[in-house]
T-cell receptor, first 113, second 115 residues
Framework: GAGVSQSPSNKVTEKGKDVELRCDPI?????LYWYRQSLGQGLEFLIY????????KSGLPSDRFSAERTGGSVSTLTIQRTQQEDSAVYLC???????????FGSGTRLTVV | GDSVTQMEGPVTLSEEAFLTINCTYT??????LFWYVQYPGEGLQLLLK?????DKGSNKGFEATYRKETTSFHLEKGSVQVSDSAVYFC??????????????FGKGTLLTVNP
């Protein structure tokens, strides 16, 4: 596609529920990244995919967070048993090669109530 | 570890004023440096970048020079417009240790330009 597409753009969920956030990167971009943007913490790296594998998951805050990527394309970030501190904007980005300038999506604003 | 420190906002300017947003960094290796911009309701966009010392990145009238001796990458624009109102993020990627894919961001600086 022309840009990085994320869905949903907004998600309100009850504490304890599971959520799935979707990212559709630019066609042909082999690298995909998830970041989290919150008021207190700024922008935090979560996970990096090269193709379908994730060589760096070091930023995932807990084992409630997981992500996968299939077909070298779409990625899903799953948060299980959501907590209020998970409320943030989750940003996905892709690049043709490692860090030749990411293209970010518009993000998913997650609110846990 | 790597870190980026940028001036705290908010910054409020009148149209046609000169803009400087300071950014300094700490890195274990030899980083690439970036400025990203986030307009209201949108994702981050790459504004400019520099990959080695003394390089100057430029785009849309914005400039930043990679200063290794002062570990700085200050963003400047000679004459801001209302449409430049946004949040600006300084970032680095450290090419040592094989983690050049990862961006470390500053906290962001909110710029508001008034007519």
């Amino acid at each position: 596609g022309a840009g990085v597409s994320q869905s949903p753009s907004n998600k309100v969920t009850e504490k304890g529920k599971d959520v799935e956030l979707r990212c559709d990167p630019i066609s042909g971009h082999t690298a995909l990244y998830w970041y989290r943007q919150s008021l207190g913490q700024g922008l935090e790296f979560l996970i990096y995919f090269q193709g379908n594998s994730a060589p760096d998951k070091s930023g995932l805050p807990s084992d409630r967070f997981s992500a996968e990527r299939t077909g070298g394309s779409v990625s899903t970030l799953t948060i299980q048993r959501t907590q209020q501190e998970d409320s943030a904007v989750y940003l996905c980005a892709s690049s043709y090669r490692d860090n030749h300038g990411y293209t970010f999506g518009s993000g998913t604003r997650l609110t846990v109530v | 570890g790597d870190s980026v420190t940028q001036m705290e906002g908010p910054v409020t300017l009148s149209e046609e004023a000169f803009l400087t947003i300071n950014c300094t960094y700490t890195a274990t290796g030899y980083p690439s440096l970036f400025w990203y911009v986030q307009y209201p309701g949108e994702g981050l966009q790459l504004l400019l970048k520099a990959t080695k010392a003394d390089d100057k990145g430029s785009n849309k009238g914005f400039e930043a020079t990679y200063r290794k001796e002062t570990t700085s990458f200050h963003l400047e624009k000679g004459s801001v417009q209302v449409s430049d109102s946004a949040v600006y993020f300084c970032a680095l990627s450290d090419r040592s240790g094989g983690s050049n894919y990862k961006l470390t961001f500053g906290k962001g600086t909110l710029l508001t330009v008034n007519p």
